[in-house]
């Protein structure tokens, strides 16, 4: 879980996800659960913020039944979709959830 604090320190980040979940035109539901997971996740790095944020909304949209691409979501994000597969698993394990195995 996550903290207002950590709510408002990244308030930046949180518009980001925003904007790229508006480009790929997901759902309210999704947007939420997307931050919540991003949140939950946040990286020390500031470099590793954009990959989290990318697998956050991957893994958010799988969750709210409004599933996008990998593809899609790494290039509305920004990063590459290997960056993605790399993550998204380990974000639904987090958040107490077991991922499909497909």
Known sequence: MYSARERVENEEWIEE???VAAAIDLDAD???TAVD???SNLPDE???KRAVLA???YAGALIESDARSQGVVAD???VARLTI???WKEILREA???PPSW
Do not use: K, P, V
């Open 17 to 19: 996800l925003d904007d």
């Open 30 to 32: 999704a947007r939420s």
């Open 37 to 39: 997971l991003f949140l």
């Open 46 to 48: 500031e470099r590793s």
């Open 55 to 57: 697998a956050s909304l």
């Open 76 to 78: 509305a994000a920004g």
């Open 85 to 87: 597969q790399q993550r």
């Open 96 to 98: 107490g959830m077991e």
